[in-house]
């Protein structure tokens, strides 16, 4: 049974470029969520999806879009990116219907942009 | 409003030493409350969980109990290992379906 999985694994872009991640969510899950974990620091919640509608958004901007597709698989947008958005951003699945699912993690993609 | 804070790190400690990391929060209501690991390289996992006053999770010689009276959720372990060494996250839910991270403690075990 696959986890949740990302793609790519690392990736470099230039500042003002676009860039989309990809996420599989594990088998079963029907919620995905997006995190944006800056070195040394905690995740901070970028957006959750669900019957590929956007249910809440955290603190940003909207260069930050998503979707999700009929198969529950998701992507994360970031346009006109900045030196700042570099970071590890992190993909999570869960069951919406089981109060308190656990998230279940991918192992990242690493976007540095210079 | 709600937030949570995490001791902060590194922790370095030897090897079958015990270990504490602190956490608290601040919540109008009552939140489900999560640890979570990160090994080296890896995405983040679930290590334990309480969703409840005076709950206690465990897992892998873990332990954390639900404090409601101090506002706490402490992990602890009696004898950690090499292998334990990771990030640490202290992550309640306030109830939005949505986890608010601490900063992360990082700890390193010593043989």
């Known amino acids: 049974d696959a986890g949740v999985t990302q793609s790519p694994t690392h990736l470099i872009k230039t500042r003002g470029q676009q860039v989309t991640l990809r996420c599989s969510p594990k088998?079963?899950?029907?919620?995905v969520s997006w995190y944006q974990q800056a070195l040394g620091q905690g995740p901070q919640f970028i957006f959750q999806?669900?019957?590929?509608?956007?249910?809440q958004r955290g603190n940003f901007p909207d260069r930050f879009s998503g979707h999700q597709f009929p198969n529950y698989s998701s992507e994360l947008n970031v346009n006109a990116l900045l030196l700042g958005d570099s970071a590890l951003y992190l993909c999570a699945s869960s069951f919406l219907a089981i109060y308190n699912s656990p998230l279940h993690f991918g192992n990242g993609t690493r976007l540095t942009v210079t | 409003g709600n937030s949570v804070t995490q001791m902060e790190g590194p922790v370095t400690l030897s090897e079958e030493a015990f270990l504490t990391i602190n956490c608290t929060y601040t919540a109008t209501g009552y939140p489900s409350l999560f640890w979570y690991v990160q090994y080296p390289g890896e995405g983040l996992q679930l290590l334990l969980k309480?969703?409840?006053?005076?709950d206690k999770g465990s897992n892998k010689g873990f332990e954390a109990t639900y404090r409601k009276e101090t506002t706490s959720f402490h992990l602890e372990k009696g004898s950690v290992q090499v292998s334990d060494s990771a990030v640490y996250f202290c992550?309640?839910?306030?109830?939005?379906?949505?986890?608010?991270f601490g900063t992360g403690t990082r700890l390193t075990i010593i043989p």
């Open positions: 999806y669900y019957e590929e509608e956007e249910r």
């Open positions: 992550a309640p839910n306030f109830g939005n379906e949505k986890l608010t």
């Open positions: 309480a969703t409840k006053a005076d």
């Open positions: 088998s079963g899950h029907d919620t």
